[in-house]
């Protein structure tokens, strides 16, 4: 492989490198009939826990974080969903391990959470990379036999369409000419999930569809051109907030299924959940519009909306 080359691929890939952190979090989860493991469900905090009291009956909502990230991080997502009597937990995982591996750990999960309480309603709500682990945790898979349910699907800045600055992961031609080392390039920077991430990678090019237990998938789309992350102390964009385009984060195979729906976001991508330290007022708006997020009561929305500013 030519030094340029090379050197293009690092480049490219350098965005994602570092995509790994601590080992995934797990607390006992207690669905009113005792404690129970379950890999990767924690709360949605960094403060110590001995486990998660789910024996309610009130709607739930399993958050799933993204790269560079931690279920901690959306704790104020958390809190706001709790504000309206919706119990939320996060799912953490190994950045770097395979999206199909980590999707079937969350989807034994979600499985383990149906047979508990297989009246309750629940919400899956990924961000970035883990919009794309919710949907193929989601997905149908041979000999799957779950009944139906009223499991919903929402996604955040996900790149469905793969992630253009792995692409060259996804060159077969380079693979060869390279003797190799392409691909080892890939795993190196990026993990297990190499194969997964590129726009040519068979996950997105020909996905599988959604489960009959998912009713609906409401895809949340983010503009993030001109967004900035990091303002320096003469006010300039010191880090921009762009990280994937609207490009990546389309795909018309999952555009297909009648339960999509979509709508596009003018924000950057960690600015949308809040996870930057601001307020993300266009998600719960968006949230809210689509029901995934309860609007409190015409008497309680005072007290929401302090709420809200209190937790800013």
């Known amino acids: 492989m030519r030094p340029a080359t090379a050197l293009a691929l690092g480049v490219g890939l350098f965005s994602l490198a570092a995509c790994a952190g601590a080992p995934p979090r797990s607390v006992p989860v207690d669905f009113g009939q005792g404690p129970i493991a379950l890999e990767g469900f924690a709360p949605c905090s960094d403060a110590p826990s001995s486990g998660v ?4 009956d009130d709607p739930l909502v399993v958050i799933v974080h993204g790269c ?3 279920g901690a991080q959306f704790r104020v997502m958390s809190e706001l ?5 919706q119990r939320t937990i996060c799912f953490n995982y190994d950045d770097r391990h395979s999206l199909r591996a980590t999707g079937r750990t969350l989807r034994r999960g979600l499985d383990t959470i149906r047979r ?3 009246s309750r309603e629940i919400t899956l709500l990924g961000h970035s990379q883990g919009g794309l682990i919710s949907r193929v945790a989601l997905s149908e898979v041979d000999g799957s036999d779950e009944e139906g349910g009223d499991l919903h699907l929402v996604t955040v800045s996900s790149p469905f369409s793969g992630i253009a600055a792995a692409e060259h992961c996804g060159f077969v031609w380079l693979h060869v000419l390279s003797f190799g080392i392409t691909p080892g390039i890939c795993q190196a920077i990026t993990g297990h999930k190499w194969t997964e991430i590129h726009p040519s990678a068979r996950l997105w090019q020909q996905p599988r569809p959604l489960h009959a237990m998912v009713t609906s998938h409401v895809q949340i789309l983010t503009d993030e051109v001109g967004a900035c992350r990091r303002v320096d102390d003469a006010g300039e964009c010191a880090e921009d907030d762009l990280v994937f385009s609207l490009r990546e984060q389309r795909n018309e195979e999952l555009e297909a299924d009648d339960r999509f729906r979509s709508r596009v976001l003018t924000v950057g991508h960690s600015a949308v959940t809040g996870s930057d330290g601001s307020l993300p007022r266009a998600l719960i708006d ?3 519009r689509e029901g995934v997020l309860e609007r409190p009561a015409p008497e309680r929305a005072l007290a929401f909306e302090r709420l809200v500013q209190r937790i800013f």
């Open 53 to 56: 009291d789910l024996s309610s």
């Open 286 to 288: 968006a949230l809210q």
């Open 116 to 118: 508990r309480a297989p």
């Open 81 to 85: 969903f709790e504000l309206n009597g």
């Open 68 to 70: 560079f990230a931690s």
